[in-house]
């Protein structure tokens, strides 16, 4: 066991790296709402992180909903002095230098498009940097990880050639195991899992096989590590834990193919228990697989922890500072490109 010295040397370290280096959390839901208070954002920030990506609808919603979701996020991020939409790479580096957050828009599942390609290229221009094709159940698109294991439709298809055209990241959490695989066989850019933990450590539908991650490596693309509780282990959000999944992911794919997805959704925006959401729709959240009196959620603050637990590991600096962000910011860098207005 190492020393109090040492273990204050780990603390410094990670400190260190978080302010010299982006930290990117890939994905927070908290029920896409007009009505959502985004003052919660405070967590983050002072969490250290220097870059989110906000989820602005998914599969569940109507599409008209989404729109107005997103209208109301853009509205607030874009009227807010400590927030900034950002379309590029160099703009969340300026954001970290100038104290901000940095802030896209994500979609979960392609009901959002209400079947229209053309929707893509609109969501790309009001801010939305990836989107994933189902949402636990098979839609337009493709099949989710809930169904059965439906693969891409020809729509799908279609609106994957058009995210690469736009610069959209394709992503394939809770999508079915062949729509994933599928997906990352088509398309001509980095492909992320934004927010899946390793099934080979929790035996969880919407956790993911070795070799989906190893083939969203190959495309150059990265797994961001999720932190809630069941997805976890027993509804287990222990940091070690979590460390866990990203040191089974680093040992299969290596460090640069990792990354940070929380998923965590802050009781000050208002949202619904997600134990109570969850047995609301089981449509969407099937009782055998969410059968749990509470749902937790790994809190931003621990993603410091992470990296003093990677450090403790012996894991490298420059690997762990890959881990925290390093990662995606080499993906959005490939394949974002500006608005087409």
Known sequence: MPDDSTQADFAQAARRLFDQHVVWDDHAGFGPSPGVDLGCLAIWRRAGVNYLSINVGYDVMDWRDTVKSLAAFR?????????????????????????????????????????????????????????LFAYNRDNLAGGGCHEGNTGLTAFGRQVIAEMNRVGMVVDVSHCAYRTSMEAIELTAD??????????????????????????????????????????MGDNDIRTATLANHVDHLVQLVGPAHVGIGLDYPPPEAGGEDLATLTAGKQDYWPKRQYDYPSVDCA?????????????????AEADVAAILGGNFLRVAERVWKPAQR
Not at 111 to 127: E, I, P, T
Not at 198 to 216: G, P, S
Not at 221 to 230: A, F, K, L, N
Request: glycine share 8%; proline share 3%; aromatic share 6%.
């Open 299 to 315: 809190h931003p603050r621990q993603i410091l922890e992470l990296a003093e637990e990677l450090l403790r590991r012996q894991y």
């Open 75 to 131: 509205r607030w991020i874009l009227a807010s002095p400590d927030h900034v939409l950002v379309e590029s790479v160099q703009q969340i580096r300026q954001a970290k230098r100038d104290g901000k957050l940095a802030v896209t828009f994500d979609l979960e599942g392609m009901n959002a498009l209400d079947g229209q390609l053309a929707m893509v290229q609109l969501y790309h221009a009001l801010g939305v940097r990836q989107m």
């Open 190 to 231: 980095p492909v992320i899992f934004s927010h899946s933990n390793a099934r080979a450590l929790w035996d969880h539908e919407r956790n993911i096989r070795d070799d989906q991650a190893r083939a969203c490596a190959a495309t150059g693309g990265v797994i961001g590590v999720v932190g809630i509780g069941i997805f």
